[in-house]
Nanobody, 133 residues
Framework: QLHLRESGGDLVRPGESLNLSCVVSGSTLENYAVGWFRQAPGQEREGVACISSSGDSINLADSVKGRFFISRDNAKTTVDLRMYYLRPADAGVYYC??????????????????????????WGQGTQVTVSS
């Protein structure tokens, strides 16, 4: 069975940077697309970024484009989210999730709906990101 675990969440000040990591175990990572989501208290969970199984397709939410970067390393079975110039609106619990999408599928293709939870069968427990002065 596939398992995911996030790490790297912390309390930071506006303008600072933070790196989140998602470590996958239980199966090879190469057949799975991975997405990052976040949820603020009392708010709906929103999609932040996704990356295809091959890594050739990447999508970012408009609110984080140019500030957040997603990458994967199948050998290390990790997917990272690098966050720069953090804002208070970026605060929340960040989750990584995996969807079975082998090479040749279109998961996380251009104009993919990042808020769509369908297909993500495996989720981590989340890591808290706080951005405050």
């Amino acid at each position: 069975q596939l398992h995911l675990r996030e790490s790297g969440g912390d309390l930071v000040r506006p303008g600072e940077s933070l790196n989140l990591s998602c470590v996958v175990s239980g199966s090879t990572l190469e057949n799975y697309a991975v997405g990052w989501f976040r949820q603020a208290p009392g708010q709906e969970r929103e999609g932040v970024a996704c990356i295809s199984s091959s890594g050739d397709s990447i999508n970012l939410a408009d609110s984080v484009k140019g500030r957040f970067f997603i990458s994967r390393d199948n050998a290390k079975t990790t997917v990272d989210l690098r966050m720069y110039y953090l804002r208070p609106a970026d605060a929340g619990v960040y989750y990584c999730a995996a969807a079975l999408a082998p090479k040749g599928t279109y998961f996380c293709s251009a104009f993919w709906d990042l808020n769509d939870l369908q297909g993500y069968g495996y989720w981590g427990q989340g890591t808290q990101v706080t951005v405050s002065s």
